[in-house]
Every structure is written in structure tokens, then in C-alpha cells.
């Protein structure tokens, strides 16, 4: 799968409220923001390793990475490819010695490989106009309500 027209997002924010987190991920080209909603403790997890603070066992995402590395495989990209119904999907696109691989991932374990492989995050043209008709998130809202339909 060839994918053209990537959007660089980054984690502006992580918002915390009972049971739920909010990764607010920003447009790096305009700044709108949108809400990627995950577990409580995935969003401590994606806050330490965005902090740099990790633990001493290893989670499943650095067992991923390991795993990826030692297979002589490297990642290429960190895609956020659409969303339904509240649900985002993501890619990770690997590169194996010459052949690309792309393997579905849920948002949250993609984005925990770029932040410990130090990868920049992207999302599809289409995603970002999907959610168009998002207005910009203010700093500090909690948006764990936030709810997105299919198209």
C-alpha cells in the first residue's frame, strides 16, 4: 500500500480523566488537534516514554521493536489511516531488507514504536479531512466524549 499526501501529527498533550486518556495529536502543518482516546494506563505508558522514563521490564511495544531490530527490519513509517465509529486504525510500515511490509496496529502500540524508535508520526490526507469539521482543541479540554463517525 502506497500512501501519498502525509500529514505530520505529534502528541501536543496527554489528558487524563476517570478510566480514559486523551492523546491530543496536532496538525504540525496547522496546528488543529484532534483526541486518539486510549486506557488510562496506555496513556501513563506513552507519557513516560514520552518523557524518556522507562521501565524495567520491557512492555509489548519494546518487545516489538526488539523483535523488529533483530530480524534485520526497520521501521519506516507510523501512519494514523482512519477512524470509525470512535476507533482509530494505524500502520506500521516496515522495511525488510528491500521489501516493505505493512502491519495494522492499533494507534496507540504504533505511536509507543515512534516514540521509543524516535520516528516522526504521520497521518493520511484523508483522515485529517475527515476531521475537518474539528474545530482546534484548546489546551487543557478534556475531550473523552468526543465521538467520530464513519464515512
Same mark, same amino acid.
Given at each position: 500500500?502506497?500512501? !501519498?499526501?502525509?500529514?505530520?501529527?505529534?502528541?501536543?498533550?496527554? !489528558?487524563?480523566?476517570?478510566?480514559?486518556?486523551?492523546?491530543?495529536?496536532?496538525?504540525?502543518?496547522?496546528?488543529? +488537534?484532534?483526541?486518539?482516546? !486510549?486506557?488510562?494506563?496506555?496513556? !501513563? *505508558? *506513552?507519557?513516560? *516514554?514520552?518523557?524518556?522514563?522507562?521501565?524495567?521490564? @520491557?512492555?509489548?511495544?519494546?518487545? /516489538?521493536?526488539? %523483535?523488529?531490530?533483530?530480524?534485520?527490519?526497520?521501521?519506516?513509517?507510523?501512519?494514523?489511516?482512519?477512524? %470509525?465509529?470512535?476507533?482509530?486504525?494505524?500502520?506500521? #510500515? /516496515?522495511?525488510?531488507?528491500?521489501?516493505? /511490509? %505493512?502491519?495494522?496496529? +492499533?494507534?496507540?502500540?504504533? #505511536?509507543?514504536?515512534?516514540?521509543?524508535?524516535?520516528?516522526?508520526?504521520?497521518? =493520511?490526507?484523508? /483522515?485529517?479531512?475527515?476531521?475537518?469539521?474539528?474545530?482546534?482543541?484548546?489546551?487543557?479540554?478534556? =475531550? @473523552?466524549?468526543? &465521538? &467520530?463517525? %464513519?464515512?
Amino acid at each position: 500500500m502506497v500512501y !501519498v499526501g502525509l500529514v505530520g501529527i505529534s502528541i501536543s498533550d496527554i !489528558v487524563f480523566s476517570s478510566g480514559v486518556s486523551s492523546l491530543i495529536m496536532q496538525n504540525n502543518t496547522n496546528g488543529k +488537534r484532534f483526541p486518539i482516546h !486510549v486506557s488510562s494506563e496506555t496513556g !501513563v *505508558l *506513552l507519557r513516560n *516514554l514520552l518523557k524518556k522514563q522507562m521501565t524495567k521490564r @520491557p512492555h509489548t511495544f519494546t518487545l /516489538l521493536s526488539n %523483535c523488529i531490530t533483530a530480524l534485520g527490519a526497520t521501521i519506516q513509517d507510523i501512519i494514523i489511516d482512519d477512524t %470509525c465509529e470512535g476507533v482509530f486504525f494505524a500502520k506500521i #510500515i /516496515l522495511n525488510n531488507k528491500g521489501t516493505t /511490509l %505493512c502491519l495494522d496496529a +492499533r494507534p496507540s502500540d504504533a #505511536i509507543a514504536l515512534a516514540l521509543i524508535n524516535q520516528l516522526p508520526i504521520f497521518a =493520511t490526507q484523508t /483522515l485529517i479531512e475527515k476531521l475537518s469539521w474539528l474545530d482546534a482543541i484548546p489546551s487543557g479540554i478534556q =475531550t @473523552p466524549n468526543t &465521538f &467520530f463517525l %464513519c464515512h
